[in-house]
């Protein structure tokens, strides 16, 4: 989805910050969380985070990343970041399975307030497909305001060596997760490697870096899809602006949610191409999603059942919940659940569980939880491309598309084509299981299968409009 879902525990806390030499303290801390010396650890923490990020937690953490990315073996480089506004460190680490960013953010006083893990923006590999210049076709660095929230966007404008106002243009939009307009994750780049075939097969794109990564301006804490959705919308008017008159879409995972929700709005909008898009609600896909991830990690059939009756339980509770006082119930709702299946964790493991699931429950994930995509396919009556690897667990192919093509269905709309393509994992890689463990290690970026078809499909259409 923006990654986001593969993405693994989030504690953050934002306060004003300024940092001095805080590199050290974020190493010290670091090896010692590594070496499972987790009383040492919370010595470092402030105290605001204290109940939620303790021993307990942080073993609960590092068991969590040991399942998924392996053994910590070494930071590799670190560097000062702002994220909203807040001074922060980024460290570069290697794990036996994976490459992973750890960013710790600080108090006044020094102490971490925050600590979270998103996959690695730092690669030392070049992967085969990424486009190298010189490039043969014309491309241009633009930036545009969003009207409705006030934030700017930057991207790059790739147009055809022979292009003309009428030639087919683009936008594409990235899944879930703040990534740059690359679309850039575990160092593959599929976003540049789609926008360079498309130049050179006569399709223009463009392509954003998203809210706070590279040349736009942050957002807020409280985004969601429908914020990022106006911000595609703005895009669609730049480009009308500019005197482009045959403008696409092509949204990639909650990217691809995103397409059908400015489809339906913007009229003028010719054709979306949908690139491993949920069809689903947003409860039952990730529940999907996890099962599938789970499964493909070699966890036992026993140990999933717990986990999902637990989550579809809470996933439930939020997509339902029409209260004011969310923490306070949600931590009623769970408790009831530990009451009603006869749990046997102690109470203070079940205290941490829902401390956990409730601090994970940002409003991007309310959000998310109670979507229902096809309330926006259900409208479109332009056509849709919707492709799906067999192969992907975090958007699951079968289930998504099946969605889709019935809410295409009820929407009478006539020019629908959707294809599972076999052995193709949720970034259209070729795959062996497609776990995200895999993502980083598979030479190919973007099946060059799906990107034929894409531009094949793109060109059928054009004669529609010329």
């Given at each position: 989805?923006r990654?986001?879902?593969?993405?693994f525990?989030?504690?953050?806390?934002?306060q004003?910050?300024?940092?001095?030499?805080?590199?050290?303290?974020?190493?010290?801390?670091?090896?010692?969380f590594?070496?499972?010396?987790?009383?040492?650890?919370?010595?470092?923490l402030?105290a605001?985070?204290?109940?939620?990020?303790?021993e307990?937690?942080l073993?609960?953490?590092?068991?969590?990343?040991?399942?998924q990315?392996?053994?910590?073996?070494?930071?590799?480089?670190h560097?000062?970041?702002?994220?909203?506004?807040?001074?922060?460190?980024?460290?570069?680490?290697?794990?036996?399975?994976?490459?992973?960013?750890?960013?710790?953010?600080?108090?006044?006083?020094?102490k971490?307030?925050?600590?979270?893990?998103?996959?690695?923006?730092?690669?030392?590999?070049?992967?085969?497909?990424?486009?190298?210049?010189?490039?043969?076709?014309?491309?241009?660095?633009?930036?545009?305001?969003?009207?409705i929230?006030?934030?700017?966007?930057?991207?790059?404008l790739?147009?055809?060596?022979?292009?003309t106002?009428?030639?087919?243009?683009?936008?594409?939009?990235?899944?879930?997760?703040?990534?740059?307009?690359?679309?850039?994750?575990?160092?593959?780049?599929p976003?540049?490697v789609?926008?360079d075939?498309?130049?050179?097969?006569?399709?223009?794109?463009?392509?954003?870096?998203?809210?706070?990564?590279g040349?736009?301006?942050?957002?807020?804490n409280?985004?969601?899809?429908?914020?990022?959705?106006?911000?595609?919308?703005?895009?669609?008017?730049?480009?009308?602006?500019?005197?482009?008159?045959?403008?696409?879409?092509?949204?990639?995972?909650?990217?691809?949610?995103?397409?059908?929700?400015?489809?339906a709005?913007?009229?003028?909008?010719?054709?979306?191409?949908l690139?491993?898009a949920?069809g689903?609600?947003?409860?039952?896909?990730?529940?999907?999603?996890?099962?599938?991830?789970?499964?493909?990690?070699?966890?036992?059939?026993?140990?999933?059942?717990?986990?999902?009756k637990?989550?579809?339980?809470?996933?439930?509770?939020?997509?339902?919940?029409?209260?004011?006082?969310?923490?306070?119930?949600?931590?009623?709702?769970?408790?009831?659940?530990?009451?009603?299946?006869?749990?046997?964790?102690?109470?203070?493991?079940?205290e941490?569980?829902?401390?956990?699931?409730?601090?994970?429950?940002?409003?991007?994930?309310v959000?998310?939880?109670?979507s229902?995509?096809?309330?926006?396919?259900?409208?479109?009556?332009?056509?849709?491309l919707?492709?799906?690897?067999s192969?992907?667990?975090?958007?699951?192919?079968?289930?998504?598309?099946?969605?889709?093509?019935?809410?295409?269905?009820?929407?009478?709309n006539?020019?629908?084509e959707m294809?599972?393509?076999?052995?193709?994992?949720?970034?259209?890689?070729?795959?062996?299981?497609?776990s995200?463990?895999?993502?980083?290690?598979?030479?190919?970026?973007?099946?060059?299968k799906?990107?034929?078809?894409?531009?094949?499909?793109?060109?059928?259409?054009?004669?529609?409009?010329?």
């Amino acid at each position: 989805m923006r990654n986001k879902f593969i993405l693994f525990i989030v504690f953050i806390t934002f306060q004003s910050v300024n940092a001095q030499a805080i590199e050290k303290i974020g190493e010290e801390f670091l090896q010692n969380f590594h070496n499972k010396k987790y009383d040492v650890c919370t010595t470092y923490l402030d105290a605001s985070i204290l109940t939620q990020l303790n021993e307990k937690t942080l073993q609960e953490i590092q068991s969590q990343l040991t399942l998924q990315i392996g053994d910590f073996i070494k930071i590799n480089s670190h560097k000062k970041d702002v994220i909203n506004g807040k001074k922060s460190i980024v460290y570069h680490t290697d794990f036996s399975r994976s490459k992973i960013d750890i960013r710790l953010t600080f108090s006044e006083k020094d102490k971490i307030i925050g600590f979270f893990f998103t996959p690695s923006s730092e690669s030392n590999k070049v992967f085969p497909q990424t486009p190298k210049p010189p490039f043969d076709y014309p491309s241009e660095e633009v930036n545009f305001i969003n009207p409705i929230d006030g934030n700017t966007l930057a991207g790059t404008l790739c147009l055809p060596e022979k292009w003309t106002f009428q030639t087919p243009l683009y936008v594409l939009i990235t899944g879930s997760g703040a990534q740059n307009r690359d679309s850039e994750i575990y160092g593959h780049k599929p976003f540049a490697v789609i926008a360079d075939y498309l130049a050179k097969n006569n399709i223009a794109s463009l392509r954003l870096d998203d809210r706070g990564i590279g040349g736009s301006s942050p957002g807020k804490n409280t985004d969601t899809s429908e914020n990022f959705a106006t911000d595609i919308t703005a895009a669609f008017h730049f480009l009308e602006g500019r005197g482009f008159t045959n403008i696409g879409l092509i949204g990639h995972s909650e990217g691809g949610a995103i397409a059908a929700m400015v489809a339906a709005k913007e009229e003028k909008i010719r054709n979306i191409i949908l690139l491993a898009a949920p069809g689903l609600p947003g409860n039952e896909l990730l529940i999907l999603q996890n099962k599938r991830i789970l499964e493909v990690s070699g966890v036992s059939p026993e140990q999933i059942k717990e986990d999902l009756k637990l989550k579809s339980y809470f996933f439930n509770f939020v997509r339902t919940y029409k209260g004011n006082q969310f923490a306070e119930d949600a931590h009623k709702a769970l408790n009831n659940f530990f009451i009603e299946n006869k749990n046997t964790d102690s109470k203070k493991a079940q205290e941490l569980i829902s401390h956990r699931l409730i601090q994970q429950t940002n409003p991007w994930m309310v959000y998310f939880l109670k979507s229902t995509p096809t309330e926006y396919l259900k409208q479109l009556k332009i056509p849709v491309l919707a492709l799906n690897g067999s192969l992907d667990t975090q958007v699951t192919a079968k289930e998504n598309l099946e969605a889709i093509r019935k809410a295409l269905l009820q929407a009478e709309n006539k020019a629908v084509e959707m294809v599972e393509i076999p052995g193709l994992n949720h970034l259209f890689q070729t795959a062996k299981s497609g776990s995200p463990s895999e993502y980083e290690e598979i030479e190919e970026t973007f099946s060059p299968k799906v990107l034929e078809l894409i531009k094949n499909w793109v060109h059928k259409h054009q004669k529609t409009y010329t």
